[in-house]
């Protein structure tokens, strides 16, 4: 047993000392169900309620029928069959029907306790054995008046296993250990830690009596009530722990100041611009400037739906950085991507006094000497990379600003790493790649500030998707043909999983073969782009691409992210049905970037299943990167989503990031109300909630650290 604070916390017991455990079985929670104690078992969420104070009749039973409990006079029993087959068996009689009780264990002792005559209520799960429904080891009871009107009307049944249910342990069971538990407990072993007014403005149960009609309700409404309580509960921890991250950021860091917007911004912003900013993209530049004039580190999640422009406001931001007299770099996840980036920004500042270089993994030694050399002293302004720049070897003069690209190829760990490359940690903008869930970036990047661009550049048409099956593939390549012939360029995509990389790259290799006969040199060209290059021939033919060299661009998902090819009007991905929503979005995001008209065929076997044929049915009916997002969400979960943390942040036991949003918007606003109120938690209305903070620190909220 543990201490607090004077009192005995009889939580905190081993689940072997729970009256009817024991050593052996508390070794099968452990390992089973992760309870290694007391605590844990109250926080063992049961999957239903079973009603037992309703009564059924043997007539209703259907092949369907799971759990009944008949109330009925036993008019004969007796043991049949030898050995193995020998069972004890029992009928027992309703006003509508008869019903079978077997018994192949304990025999004897049951057989002693049955009377004819005698009336029972045989609560059990029914099989069916010959047609006829029975009762295999049910639960048995004299029936009495008084004691139906004593009994718990909901009976909890948790989650189990094969191992535990041999044991004795099955859903059911593991009932009688939480209701010894329930009993053992008082208010104070679940003292309250949410704030009065919280409760009284969200008409929430109490924290004690939430756990106990978790297990035990006494009806369906009060279980509800319970429920939502503990799942608010959940969701507002968990923001306001990462509200206080935030905060602690905005208060404490230190970051260096961008006071002033300077000559090469304005000369750019005047002179260089290639067309005008969206709204958009104007309110998240004033966004950033304010975090980068502030004085404290800025740690930004730019979201924004492909197609949007990032770029350019990243673009804009490192000129700012430049012009206070910092250095700043941009890391992109690819190769193709860091080239796509250093020739289109250099281009863009060609006339301005910024030196821009690149380092990749396969920048030449001589040249890599001369930048890192000059990202030293100073010489380099601005560097755009690939992972590369997390290099040891990479130093920097001043580093002000470090934005990521893209940022579901890079971990956590190795952003982390680009701070440390400045005495003060540099401002940090990282732009995504697809748009997040709002619920799940509150709840997985809940300590980042968040700039959301939500709005196209104008002119762009919407680009029309559809789904076609393979059988009609050779009408797809006449359509290529016609859009090449007026001058536009077309993708046809290739899946790529890991699981399965040789078949698949046999597959794309047929695929590539197959183009080719549709469209022979020399009346046109084809690229192909896969992993399996080296990065020098990947970028020759994406560049072969770009320039409108090679009309036809056949690759993996290598070239999915960021890749930006305006003429392109023509997006096909082949079997569509592998990939996944924001894949299949991101892909899409690579035609109607320019002013004509964009096509995304998909296509696909003719077997789909049903998440496959949603996914897209999604894909044709909107291009809204949002709203794809959700639904993306809705069919994986949030534990699949990409760039998601690996975190506690979505260890969730009770709540869901989807069926729950509703709480979990009251949760976020409730927590930075708190916050704003109190921001230390100093209150003596809040120091239950404080202290109770403090005892999660280092563990995510109710989970046990696994
Ligand atoms: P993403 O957000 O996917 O990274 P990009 O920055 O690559 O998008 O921009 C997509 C395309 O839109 C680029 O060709 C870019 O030049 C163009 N673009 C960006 N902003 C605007 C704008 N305000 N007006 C017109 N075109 C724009
Ligand atoms: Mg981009």
């Known amino acids: 047993m543990c201490r607090i604070k004077g009192t005995v916390d009889i939580?905190?017991?081993?689940?072997?000392?729970?009256?009817?455990?024991?050593?052996?079985?508390?070794?099968?929670?452990?390992?089973?169900?992760?309870?290694?104690?007391?605590?844990?078992?109250?926080?063992?969420?049961?999957?239903?309620?079973i009603d037992k104070t309703r009564v059924n009749q043997v007539r209703d039973i259907v092949p369907q029928t799971d759990f009944i409990q008949i109330k009925g006079v036993i008019t004969s029993f007796g043991i049949i069959g030898e050995k193995r087959a020998k069972?004890?068996?029992?009928?027992?009689?309703?006003?509508?029907?008869?019903?079978?009780?077997?018994?192949?264990?304990?025999?004897?002792?049951?057989?002693?306790?049955?009377?004819?005559?005698?009336?029972?209520?045989?609560?059990?799960?029914?099989s069916f054995f010959q047609g006829q429904p029975q009762i295999t080891h049910p639960?048995?009871?004299?029936?009495?008046?008084?004691?139906?009107?004593?009994?718990?009307?909901l009976e909890p049944v948790y989650p189990s296993t094969e191992k535990l249910k041999s044991r004795g342990m099955g859903g059911r069971q593991i009932g009688h250990f939480t209701e010894t538990l329930i009993k053992l407990l008082q208010e104070k072993n679940i003292p309250e830690i949410l704030p009065e007014s919280i409760l009284q403005l969200l008409q929430l149960m109490p924290r004690f009596k939430a756990f106990t009609s978790m297990h035990f309700p006494p009806d369906p409404e009060t279980w509800q009530k319970a429920i939502d309580r503990l799942k608010f509960e959940e969701f507002f921890i968990a923001q306001l722990r990462m509200g206080l991250l935030r905060q602690q950021r905005h208060r404490y860091s230190k970051g260096v100041v961008f006071s002033q917007v300077g000559d090469i911004f304005n000369r750019f912003y005047e002179n260089h611009l290639p067309f005008e900013l969206t709204g958009a993209q104007k309110r998240v530049i004033k966004e950033i400037r304010r975090d980068t004039g502030s004085g404290k580190q800025m740690n930004r999640l730019l979201q924004g739906d492909v197609g949007s422009g990032k770029t350019i406001v990243a673009l804009l931001i490192l000129l700012l950085a430049i012009d206070n007299g910092y250095q700043g770099c941009l890391m992109a996840?690819?190769?193709?991507?860091?080239?796509?980036?250093?020739?289109?920004?250099?281009?863009?500042?060609?006339?301005?006094?910024?030196?821009?270089?690149?380092?990749?993994?396969?920048?030449?030694?001589?040249?890599?000497?001369?930048?890192?050399?000059?990202?030293?002293?100073?010489?380099?302004?601005?560097?755009?990379?690939?992972?590369?720049?997390?290099?040891?070897?990479?130093?920097?003069?001043?580093?002000?600003?470090?934005?990521?690209?893209?940022?579901?190829?890079?971990?956590?760990?190795?952003?982390?790493?680009?701070?440390?490359?400045?005495?003060?940690?540099?401002?940090?903008?990282?732009?995504?790649?697809?748009?997040i869930p709002r619920t799940l970036a509150m709840t997985a990047y809940g300590d980042l500030?968040?700039?959301?661009?939500?709005?196209?550049?104008?002119?762009?048409?919407?680009?029309?998707?559809?789904?076609?099956?393979?059988?009609?593939?050779?009408?797809?390549?006449?359509?290529?043909?016609?859009?090449?012939?007026?001058?536009?360029?077309?993708?046809?995509?290739?899946?790529?999983?890991?699981?399965?990389?040789?078949?698949?790259?046999?597959?794309?290799?047929?695929?590539?073969?197959?183009?080719?006969?549709?469209?022979?040199?020399?009346?046109?060209w084809i690229s192909m782009v896969h992993g399996r290059q080296t990065p020098e021939v990947r970028t020759t033919n994406m560049q072969r691409f770009k320039t409108n060299d090679t009309q036809i661009m056949v690759g993996t998902t290598v070239i999915e992210v960021g890749v930006d090819v305006p003429n392109a009007?023509?997006?096909v991905i082949e079997n569509?049905?592998?990939?996944?929503?924001?894949?299949?979005?991101q892909l899409r995001g690579r035609v109607g970037r320019g002013a004509e008209k964009s096509f995304c065929i998909l296509l696909s076997g003719s077997k789909l299943n049903n998440d496959a044929r949603e996914r897209l049915k999604i894909m044709?009916?909107?291009?809204?990167?949002?709203?794809?997002?959700?639904?993306?969400?809705?069919?994986?979960?949030?534990?699949?989503?990409?760039?998601?943390?690996?975190?506690?942040?979505?260890?969730?036991?009770?709540?869901?990031?989807?069926?729950?949003?509703?709480?979990?918007?009251?949760?976020?606003?409730?927590?930075?109300?708190l916050l704003d109120d109190d921001p230390d938690l100093a209150s003596a209305a809040n120091l239950q909630l404080k202290n109770y903070l403090q005892s999660l620190t280092g563990k995510t909220a109710w989970s046990k650290i696994s």
Not at 407 to 425: C, E, N, S
């Open 11 to 49: 939580l905190a017991n081993p689940i072997e000392y729970l009256k009817g455990v024991g050593p052996q079985r508390a070794d099968l929670l452990k390992k089973e169900l992760n309870i290694f104690t007391f605590k844990d078992l109250l926080e063992l969420v049961p999957y239903r309620h």
């Open 87 to 126: 069972r004890l068996v029992a009928e027992i009689k309703d006003a509508t029907g008869t019903l079978e009780l077997v018994w192949f264990q304990g025999i004897t002792y049951i057989q002693k306790m049955l009377a004819l005559g005698q009336v029972y209520l045989v609560y059990g799960k029914v």
């Open 139 to 153: 639960e048995m009871e004299v029936w009495s008046r008084e004691k139906m009107e004593g009994k718990s009307t």
């Open 333 to 435: 996840p690819t190769e193709i991507l860091t080239n796509q980036h250093f020739n289109n920004i250099s281009g863009l500042l060609k006339e301005l006094p910024v030196n821009v270089r690149m380092l990749t993994g396969s920048t030449k030694t001589r040249e890599r000497k001369e930048i890192l050399q000059q990202l030293e002293d100073g010489t380099i302004h601005f560097v755009v990379g690939t992972h590369a720049l997390l290099e040891d070897t990479v130093k920097f003069k001043n580093l002000g600003l470090a934005i990521v690209d893209e940022q579901h190829r890079f971990g956590v760990a190795q952003r982390a790493r680009l701070w440390q490359k400045a005495a003060i940690p540099p401002h940090v903008l990282v732009m995504t790649a697809t748009p």
């Open 449 to 524: 500030d968040t700039s959301i661009i939500d709005e196209l550049p104008p002119n762009r048409k919407p680009i029309l998707t559809v789904h076609r099956y393979e059988t009609v593939r050779s009408q797809v390549m006449d359509f290529i043909k016609a859009e090449i012939v007026k001058g536009r360029q077309a993708y046809i995509i290739f899946p790529l999983i890991e699981e399965s990389e040789k078949l698949d790259y046999e597959n794309l290799m047929k695929g590539y073969e197959n183009v080719q006969a549709y469209f022979p040199e020399p009346r046109y």
């Open 569 to 571: 009007s023509v997006m």
């Open 576 to 585: 569509a049905e592998k990939f996944g929503l924001s894949q299949l979005h």
């Open 620 to 673: 044709c009916a909107t291009n809204d990167g949002f709203k794809i997002a959700e639904k993306d969400l809705e069919l994986r979960g949030p534990g699949d989503i990409e760039g998601t943390r690996q975190s506690g942040a979505l260890n969730f036991k009770l709540a869901s990031i989807v069926q729950d949003k509703k709480w979990l918007e009251i949760a976020r606003e409730m927590a930075e109300r």
